[in-house]
């Protein structure tokens, strides 16, 4: 079955604490893993979407990252505006660009 | 980012009464739309993928008559809520797909819309 699994459920971090979100995932066919940021009583925003194992992506603080069968999120020098819920998702051969969701990881940054 | 836009971001309304939920995207055309419902601490669950000029492809589970789809042009897919009742209140949140070969594109998400069902 295709599933998508986020640890941990929640996480605090002081500022500045680095670390990391795993999202793993079985899927037959991987057709992108994408990753998302949702505040609260907001739609997701798009973060970044890898599409092969290897393949690494940057976006000021974040970094994420992708193998066979898992990706992290890596926060360097997390800042509190950095809190939120991160979301992962793949898309599968034959899911017609449906994504499947993992229930996400709430980051919470303390000054 | 593309940019989606949905409407109302909150409704309120009585019980058995229908809502609509416009959701647009603004700045590009998208053949496919999704319909997603989250509650409360959990994960986004797709509903339905919404295609222009034909029926909807409802998930299995999801009750097609109480949760009707229209996506009447490339850039406008709307939901509406039929004969609401409490437990229909939720987080509706759509999404469209840039345009790009099959199993491409990047999907963007509106902001949203807070039904709740008294």
């Known amino acids: 079955e295709d599933q998508v699994t986020q640890s941990p459920e929640a996480l605090r971090l002081q500022e500045g604490e680095s670390s990391s979100l795993n999202c793993s995932y079985t899927?037959?066919?991987?057709?992108?893993l994408f990753w998302y940021r949702q505040d609260p009583g907001k739609g997701p925003e798009f973060l970044f979407t890898?599409?092969?194992a290897g393949e690494e992506k940057e976006k000021e603080r974040l970094k994420a990252t992708l193998t066979k069968k898992e990706s992290f999120l890596h926060i360097t020098a997390p800042k509190p505006e950095d809190s939120a819920t991160y979301l992962c998702?793949?898309?599968?051969?034959?899911?017609?660009?449906?994504?499947?969701f993992g229930a996400g990881t709430r980051l919470a940054v303390h000054p | 980012g593309a940019v989606v836009s949905q409407h109302p971001s909150r409704v309120i309304c009585k019980s058995g009464t229908s809502v609509k939920i416009e959701c647009r995207s603004l700045?590009?055309?998208?053949?496919?739309m999704f319909w997603y419902r989250q509650f409360p601490k959990q994960s986004l669950m797709l509903m339905a993928t919404?295609?222009?000029?034909?029926?909807?492809?409802?998930e299995q589970g999801v009750e097609k008559d109480k949760f009707l789809i229209n996506h009447a042009s490339l850039t406008l897919s709307t939901l509406t809520v039929t004969s609401a009742h409490p437990e229909d209140s939720s987080f509706y949140i759509c999404?469209?797909?840039?345009?790009?070969?099959?199993?491409?594109?990047?999907?963007?998400f509106g902001e949203g819309s807070r039904l709740t069902v008294l």
């Open positions: 999404s469209a797909r840039t345009s790009g070969g099959a199993d491409t594109g990047e999907l963007f």
């Open positions: 899927v037959s066919g991987l057709r992108g």
């Open positions: 890898l599409y092969s």
């Open positions: 998702a793949v898309r599968f051969s034959g899911g017609y660009n449906k994504l499947i």
């Open positions: 700045d590009f055309q998208a053949t496919t």
């Open positions: 919404s295609n222009e000029g034909s029926k909807a492809t409802y």
